[in-house]
């Protein structure tokens, strides 16, 4: 059983950066799972934010394309998610979530999932 755990959220103002981490727990496979960062914001469906393979590719949301970076430390067993540049808008909760199998990285379809981090953006 894959336990997540979400930590540096916090509040910034518009413009700034903050970075994310996921530690991972109780899997010695992690480096085959898939990873992803997801948001929620009040009132709004969850959102792919940003997604990265077992061989490292990733892929972005179109809103946050440039601006945000997704990265995996496997010995460390550690994903991340730079964010630069934040606007009012990338307010919401973000979720890690992994997965041994994903076809589409970018949906709320994977099988494990963190308590999510709060991340506030003020204008």
């Known amino acids: 059983q894959v336990q997540l755990v979400e930590s540096g959220g916090g509040s910034v103002q518009a413009g700034g950066s903050m970075r994310l981490s996921c530690a991972a727990s109780?899997?010695?496979?992690?480096?085959?799972?898939?990873l992803g960062w997801f948001r929620q914001a009040p009132g709004k469906e969850r959102e792919g934010v940003a997604a990265?393979?077992?061989?490292?590719?990733?892929t972005y949301g179109d809103s946050v394309k440039g601006r945000f970076t997704i990265s995996r430390d496997n010995a460390k067993k550690t994903l991340y998610l730079e964010m630069n540049s934040l606007k009012f808008e990338d307010t919401a909760v973000y979720y890690c979530?992994?997965?041994?199998?994903?076809?589409?990285?970018?949906?709320?379809?994977?099988?494990?999932w963190g308590q999510g981090t709060q991340v506030t953006v003020s204008s």
């Open positions: 990265i393979d077992r061989d490292g590719s990733t």
């Open positions: 109780g899997t010695s496979y992690y480096s085959r799972y898939y």
């Open positions: 979530a992994a997965d041994p199998w994903i076809r589409q990285k970018l949906l709320p379809q994977y099988g494990y």
